[in-house]
């Protein structure tokens, strides 16, 4: 099982949305497949919510990955590919994190996706644990990563990051991923969250997303 998490939302220009979507699929992704410690890649759209249009996450093997210098060679050379696309960028949001935990396996589809500022509520992590460990059992939700943002790493700089203009973690520390087999599960699920973070006063945000491309490190 991996224990970091690389996650990024993110608008994009209308009129470069396909060129992104081949940039980043057939270029972006696979750069970032190729470093060490990287081992698979999911974007996904926005179906509805607040979010932004485009989720990105990576599973990693740890968050010494994020400090190789294979990872910061790359993100301080991009591509001229990269070069004109990044900057298309809007609104973006962008966190490492440690993975807590993930419980479940597999690839829906579909995707809820929740973050929260946690406030210091340290007991709200293993609740959610349980929370979905409960929801698993029950053919809810078919797997759950959770992580939470590392700030020091999030914060190192990159000839990349510069040609982002503007991005930061949102305001939110800890991030929920949900696959569920359907529209109305993940809703279902959602509300329920919903209702309870509201119940502690806890600022959030849960957008649902269908998955666009997903990629696997090369054997």
């Not at 990024?8 to 699929?25: A, G, K, M, P, Q």
């Not at 935990?101 to 959610?128: F, H, P």
């Not at 059992?137 to 990349?160: K, V």
């Not at 305001?171 to 087999?181: E, I, K, R, S």
Request: charge should be negative; glycine fraction near 6%.
């Amino acid at each position: 099982m991996t224990s970091a998490l690389l996650c990024i939302w993110h608008d994009v220009e209308t009129d470069y949305v396909e060129e992104y979507l081949r940039w980043h699929s057939f270029e972006h992704l696979p750069e970032r497949l190729a470093l060490p410690g990287f081992v698979s890649a999911e974007r996904y759209e926005l179906i509805e919510g607040r979010g932004q249009r485009f989720g990105c996450f990576l599973d990693v093997e740890n968050r010494d990955a994020f400090r190789s210098p294979a990872y910061q060679a790359r993100l301080d050379a991009p591509t001229e590919w990269t070069r004109q696309l990044m900057p298309r960028y809007s609104r973006v949001h962008r966190a490492l994190c440690q993975k807590q935990w993930e419980i479940g396996s597999g690839l829906s589809g579909l995707a809820a996706c929740l973050r929260i500022a946690s406030d210091g509520n340290t007991a709200l992590k293993a609740e959610l644990k349980a929370t979905c460990a409960a929801l698993l059992i029950e053919h809810e939700i078919m797997r759950a990563r959770f992580g939470e943002l590392d700030q020091a790493l999030t914060s190192l700089t990159s000839e990349e990051k510069r040609l982002r203009r503007s991005e930061d973690a949102g305001g939110y520390d800890l991030v929920l991923l949900l696959d569920a087999l359907s529209i109305a599960s993940l809703r279902s699920v959602a509300g329920d969250l919903a209702a309870s973070l509201h119940g502690r006063g806890l600022r959030h945000e849960i957008s649902i997303y269908g998955l666009s491309c997903s990629l696997q490190k090369d054997a």
